[in-house]
């Protein structure tokens, strides 16, 4: 079920979001409307803080629009329950990131190419997995969420954009 998203004014986002301690029906169903709301506004990437629970959760997935020109391959849906960044790559880059949480404003945040995770998938396994380039940057700003951390804390020039 598609939910609200929290939007930048909420104090809410800076809190840190507390770990499941078991990955059951509630959690999946929470997981669910992660999904959802992610999907309905276009997004690619959600943590649960933003739909207004404080648990450590995250969704993300990126389909490139048919005819599209952008050449950032697809990144397939995956839900991470308690993710833990175990390694980041000391190679960084900048780069434009905006948030659902932050309509319609851009700004050029430098995150790490590479990192390696640590988490719950939605049925409660643990998994480790390497991810890069657009991904690694997903999740990286997906599990500051998790933390209280917005990405206009990490701008690297101070400056916020739009094209509208
Ligand atoms: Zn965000």
Do not use: W
């Not at 993300?60 to 050449?71: A, L, N, T, W």
């Not at 900048?94 to 998938?121: H, M, W, Y």
């Not at 917005?150 to 690297?156: A, R």
């Amino acid at each position: 079920m598609k939910r609200k998203v929290v939007l930048y004014n909420n104090p809410l986002l800076l809190k840190k979001s507390a770990p499941v301690r078991e990955v059951n029906a509630a959690i999946q169903k929470l997981a669910h409307n992660l999904i959802d709301t992610m999907r309905a506004n276009n997004g690619v990437g959600l943590s649960a803080p933003q739909i207004g629970m404080l648990k450590r959760i995250i969704a993300y997935e990126y389909k490139r629009p048919k005819g599209s020109k952008d050449i950032t391959p697809n990144v397939p849906l995956r839900v991470l329950i308690n993710p833990e960044i175990i390694k980041l790559s000391k190679k960084t880059k900048v780069d434009e990131e905006g948030c659902l949480s932050f309509p319609d404003l851009f700004g050029q945040v430098k995150r790490s190419t590479g990192i390696r995770v640590r988490a719950l998938n939605s049925k409660g396994k643990l998994i480790e997995f390497d991810a890069k380039d657009f991904e690694a940057r997903i999740i990286q700003h997906e599990v500051d969420h998790l933390d209280g951390i917005l990405f206009i804390q990490k701008l690297t020039d101070n400056k916020l954009y739009t094209y509208k």
